[in-house]
Each structure stands twice: as structure tokens, then as C-alpha cells.
């Protein structure tokens, strides 16, 4: 829940996984699809080159909630 006065964006934590499958699916469309059919290729390698955007926005503004297992002080 947003505190009053927080003038940061409302972000969902992201997970790990969806980070390392952007990155998978950025080097196999750049490498294996591309080839094959650029448009393909082109439009899977922008769709997880969002996904990675999407990922680093997620772990720079996400809750400090998700940040506790670390040891992460507010």
C-alpha cells in the first residue's frame, strides 16, 4: 500500500526468473530466429528486450518489502 506522501511510483516486484527468461529469449531470437525470418526475430527481440526494461524499472523502484530477506533498511 502506498504511505501518504510517497512520491515514488506504485511498481510490482518482478521476479528473477522473469529477468534471466528476457535475457534467454533476447540471445535465441537475436541468434536462431533472426535468421530464419528477421521479422520474426526483429519482433521477438523488441518483446524481450521489453521485458528486460520492464524488469530493471521492477528492481529499481519496487516495494522495500520485497527487499527484506536481504537485509534492506528503509
Known sequence: MKKKGD???SVAHL???FM???IAGFLISAVYV???SQRWGFTFAIFF???FVAAMISMT???DESMK???HKK
Open 7 to 9: 512520491s515514488r511510483p
Open 15 to 17: 521476479s528473477g526468473g
Open 20 to 22: 534471466i527468461t528476457s
Open 34 to 36: 533472426y535468421p530464419a
Open 49 to 51: 528486450t521489453l521485458m
Open 61 to 63: 523502484y519496487g516495494p
Open 69 to 71: 530477506h536481504i537485509g
